[in-house]
């Protein structure tokens, strides 16, 4: 089990203090994990239950908040929030790989930076909160960690594809279409991916990620938040740093110049 310190950190980052460790076990222990001592239960359940507990609280929420939108977008926003790539980003923002317990396998071929482990253990994690405090508790985690997202996937063009967004609102303001810098580090079972957006020859906003396309993504992400707060981006001084989550198998973004969280 992780150190009493290291423990205390993730709920922070999470918003909620377990009372059940054995339960925050189970759902950071990996197949891995599991197979080197078969004493310990896996995820894989808490994963199995964490996916429907997600899946109705993002449902009831933009059900509920958005009632002009049809049923076929509705599920496009659930879709895009409810899905591996998303669930690993929420995961790396509250830097989950770093908890999990791997066999010893596993972790020296960068299991805490896979997508898909990341996404199971975020399933597995809201699982244990939602039988750690109940409904309420899951709720609170999820609209806290996710509620960004859904509300960029609900609002506004090309949804939570920042691309298509970015690219939308550059053709009212530039004369050219947005450009991608793109380059790689690390190795191949743990590269990461670092984007710059150019817009008219100028940098707005850099981003980085598991992949190429997740790493463009968050600097258009970046990029879109920028031009969207400060009109056409002429003449009001050095932006701020742009909202983003950041690590492995997902996205970080930042633009650029031109609960219960201490529950007993």
Not at 155 to 160: E, F, H, K, R
Request: proline share 3%; with cysteine.
């Amino acid at each position: 089990m992780m150190q009493p310190e290291a423990r205390a950190r993730f709920e922070e980052r999470l918003g909620w203090t377990f009372r059940d460790e054995a339960g925050l076990a189970q759902a950071l222990a990996h197949r891995s994990w599991c197979a080197e001592h078969p004493e310990e239960p896996s995820n894989e359940r808490l994963e199995f239950l964490g996916d429907a507990v997600l899946g109705i609280i993002v449902t009831d929420f933009v059900f509920r908040t958005y009632p002009l939108l049809q049923e076929g977008q509705l599920a496009k926003v659930r879709a895009s929030v409810v899905n591996a790539e998303v669930l690993a980003e929420v995961a790396a923002g509250v830097e989950l790989g770093a908890c999990l317990r791997l066999g010893k396998g596993e972790d020296a071929s960068g299991g805490r930076a896979k997508t898909s482990i990341l996404a199971d253990a975020m399933e597995a994690i809201i699982a244990a909160v939602y039988l750690d405090g109940g409904m309420d508790a899951a709720n609170e985690v999820v609209m806290r960690l996710f509620g960004e997202r859904i509300a960029d996937a609900a609002t506004g063009p090309g949804g939570d594809d920042y691309k298509t967004r970015l690219q939308e609102l550059a053709a009212q303001r530039f004369d050219k279409l947005p450009r991608y810098q793109v380059h790689d580090d690390g190795p191949d079972h743990a590269k990461r991916f670092f984007a710059t957006v150019l817009l008219g020859g100028e940098p707005h906003g850099s981003g980085e990620g598991g992949s190429k396309k997740q790493a463009e993504q968050a600097a258009a992400r970046a990029a879109w938040r920028w031009l969207s707060m400060h009109g056409d981006g002429g003449d009001e001084g050095e932006p701020s740093e742009a909202a983003g989550a950041s690590n492995d198998d997902t996205t970080a973004g930042s633009a650029m110049g031109g609960s219960n969280a201490g529950a007993t």
